[in-house]
């Protein structure tokens, strides 16, 4: 429950009330714990905060996220993750299994090879752009994807965390900013020889 206290600053107490029987199961009264959590709640609705702020983040800017926990197995992901696979919002298969079969036939080995190196520690961390073939409809498409190692005091690795985004539209119209410089420097260029009057 929420207290006040003299100053109006509010205050959280968790309380625990057991009520007393005597020998004939007659209730006689009550016995209660009232403890101040003011500290556990506070910290509480903090983490739910960032976690509301990171989660607009990542859906405003379309990075799909996951995290494989290895003690247990567990793998955790977004749906804007799925999207950029090309895989249903409602997939519940193994999410490694599906990430590598799309995965582009002449990226696949460099990439595996990538997270091999965080999981034998010899990287801690690992960005790179690789080409992915879609589920759905089998476009190609190529993501950035940026994965880091977390380990405990003794090196071994807990979990994998990581995110992808879609850089395809954006290396796109890199290439056409290229190709349209090199355009105009062969203009300049004849104009310089006196190709181009």
């Known amino acids: 429950i929420v207290n006040y206290r003299k100053t109006g600053e509010p205050y959280y107490n968790l309380l625990e009330i057991t009520p007393v029987f005597d ?9 209660a714990l009232q403890k101040d959590i003011t500290s556990e709640i506070t910290f509480k609705q ?6 509301s702020r990171f989660e607009l983040v990542t859906k405003k800017s ?12 567990k793998i955790v992901w977004n749906d804007i993750l799925l999207r950029h696979l090309g895989l249903p919002s409602d997939f519940d298969g193994n999410l490694i299994d599906a990430w590598r079969a799309c995965l582009h036939p002449e990226d696949r080995e460099r990439r595996t090879k990538e997270i091999e190196d965080l999981l034998s520690e010899k990287k801690e961390m690992n960005e790179s752009s690789y080409r992915i073939i879609r589920y759905d409809n089998q476009e190609v498409r190529t993501l950035k994807g940026l994965v880091i190692a977390e380990r ?12 992808m985004i879609d850089v ?9 900013l290229k190709s349209s410089e ?3 420097r062969n203009i300049i260029d004849n104009m310089n020889l006196g190709l181009v009057e």
């Not at 004939?24 to 009264?29: A, C, F, K, S």
């Not at 005091?153 to 979990?159: Q, Y």
């Not at 395809?168 to 056409?176: C, D, I, M, P, V």
């Open 23 to 31: 020998e004939q199961g007659r209730h006689i009264n009550f016995i």
């Open 46 to 51: 903090e983490i739910l905060r960032i976690n």
């Open 62 to 73: 379309n990075i799909g996220i996951w995290e494989i926990h290895l003690e247990t197995g």
């Open 152 to 163: 405990n005091e003794n090196r071994e690795l807990v979990r994998l965390i990581g995110t």
């Open 168 to 176: 395809t539209e954006a290396q796109l119209a890199e290439k056409k």
């Open 182 to 184: 090199e355009k105009y």
